[in-house]
């Protein structure tokens, strides 16, 4: 079964980091881009960063440039976002994405909250 | 303010057929193909549409998509309840380096 699964959410205090991590199987994990999208609560979706098949290419949404990094390890089919100097409006469930013709496979989600 | 714009709320009755618009620029909609999502309450998105009218393997044929120009659009034939749903337009913007959403639609089957 082709499968994506999200960790590493949870409570983090403003300016504080959060490393994700998202998890693959079912599919060659090093053929495909890979991205991470956003969802506040109660908003819409947006995207936040992706990834190259070989990490060599790397594009982020302007509000997180500078503080998230994406990165992937194909050896473990393991996808990354390194959250660095977080900030209220950061807080969302973040999902990991497939892109296949676009986002074709969707993992469930984790939350991540940030609060003092 | 999202860059590709939805209407915020559509509706309709079982059985009836309704559209929601996504409107772009020619940097998005304009110079690549749109993807169509659907979110039920309390889950993941789902793909529902991509390369402006192809359906993924499971999707049902009364859901269609379609693009003009800088604007795309996507029908539901013969409304169901269980389509009722958020709706996100989404598509790669050359001037940003990046994906973009729609703001999404909130979809209400009466």
């Known amino acids: 079964e082709v499968q994506l699964v999200e960790s590493g959410g949870g409570l983090v205090q403003p300016g504080g980091s959060l490393r994700l991590s998202c998890v693959?199987?079912?599919?060659?994990?090093?053929?495909?881009?890979?991205?991470?999208?956003?969802?506040a609560p109660g908003k819409g979706l947006e995207w936040v960063a992706n990834v190259k098949q070989d990490g060599s290419e790397k594009n982020y949404v302007d509000s997180v440039k500078g503080r998230f990094t994406i990165s992937r390890d194909n050896a473990k089919n393991l996808l990354f976002l390194q959250m660095n100097s977080l900030r209220a409006e950061d807080t969302a469930v973040y999902y990991c994405a497939r892109e296949g013709h676009t986002f074709d496979i969707w993992g469930q989600g984790t939350m991540v909250t940030v609060s003092s | 303010q999202s860059v590709l714009t939805q209407p915020p709320s559509a509706s309709g009755t079982p059985g009836q057929r309704v559209t929601i618009s996504c409107s772009g620029s020619s940097s998005n909609i304009g110079s690549?193909?749109?993807n169509w999502f659907q979110q039920l309450p309390g889950t993941a998105p789902k793909l529902l549409i991509y390369s402006n009218n192809q359906r993924p393997s499971g999707v049902p044929d009364r859901f269609s998509g379609s693009k003009s120009g800088t604007s795309a659009s996507l029908a539901i034939s013969g409304l169901q309840s269980e389509d009722e749903a958020d709706y996100y337009c989404a598509a790669w913007d050359d001037s940003l380096s990046g994906w973009v959403f729609g703001g999404g639609t909130k979809l209400t089957v009466l």
């Open chain 1, 24 to 39: 693959a199987s079912g599919f060659t994990f090093s053929n495909y881009w890979m991205t991470w999208v956003r969802q």
């Open chain 2, 32 to 34: 690549h193909t749109v």
